[in-house]
């Protein structure tokens, strides 16, 4: 039996829900994208697959997430957050965000996926410093693509390359996320050469950088 703290308070009833150990990690990826039980354990090493299955169950059973069956395998499931599941993204990258001060050196050896960069990038967004320019940024973070759009003083976020980006920002996974949180200058990175940009627009640079709350 789960635990609850009783209190008639809204904080106190998230937490009776997503509040136990690895639930805001499962629901992690799951904002990056549906996924099947084999991935999720996969992605979250140490979590064991019967731990896994008793936190999809409560988060079935609280209506957060929902599980189909796969075309082309009737035994797998596939899980994918629920429009009260998706309404979790703010809170969660506020979290992220939050959370990117305590990371120190001795966090550098700990796992680290290339998909978090997806929700990295998004915590880190400047809602003030967003370009009144619409132009598109792409991000190549080890083995993945993902692409920050501006349009009319908005931001979306779309995987996958695009055509003509204004700049192109390569670096791994780890380095990523040294530099959202600010453990590594993006100076530093980009003169050490561990992050690499494409563009023909210093202007674009600055404008992705203020926006993302690196310059």
Do not use: H
């Not at 990371?103 to 978090?116: F, K, P, Q």
């Amino acid at each position: 039996m789960r635990r609850e703290y009783g209190q008639f308070c809204g904080l106190a009833a998230g937490l009776d829900v997503v509040g136990e150990r690895w639930t805001l990690l499962i629901v992690r990826e799951l904002l990056i994208g549906p996924a099947r039980f084999k991935s999720l354990l996969e992605n979250l090493p140490g979590i064991g697959p019967n731990l896994l299955t008793d936190r999809l169950r409560m988060l079935v059973e609280q209506g957060l997430v929902e599980q189909t069956s796969v075309a082309d395998d009737g035994r797998a499931r596939l899980y994918r957050l629920t429009e009260t599941g998706q309404e979790l993204r703010e809170p969660v990258l506020a979290l992220a965000r939050w959370g990117l001060k305590f990371l120190d050196e001795s966090d550098t050896t700990g796992a680290t996926r290339a998909e978090w960069g997806f929700l990295a990038v998004q915590a880190l967004i400047v809602e003030d410093a967003i370009p009144q320019v619409d132009e598109v940024y792409e991000f190549k973070v080890s083995d993945q693509t993902f692409q920050i759009l501006v349009r009319g003083g908005r931001v979306s976020f779309e995987r996958g390359s695009v055509a003509e980006p204004a700049l192109t920002i390569e670096c791994d996974a780890s380095t990523f996320v040294q530099v959202g949180a600010r453990m590594v200058s993006p100076f530093q990175a980009i003169a050490t050469g561990d992050v690499r940009i494409k563009g023909d627009d210093p202007e674009a640079v600055l404008r992705c950088s203020l926006m993302l709350g690196l310059s």
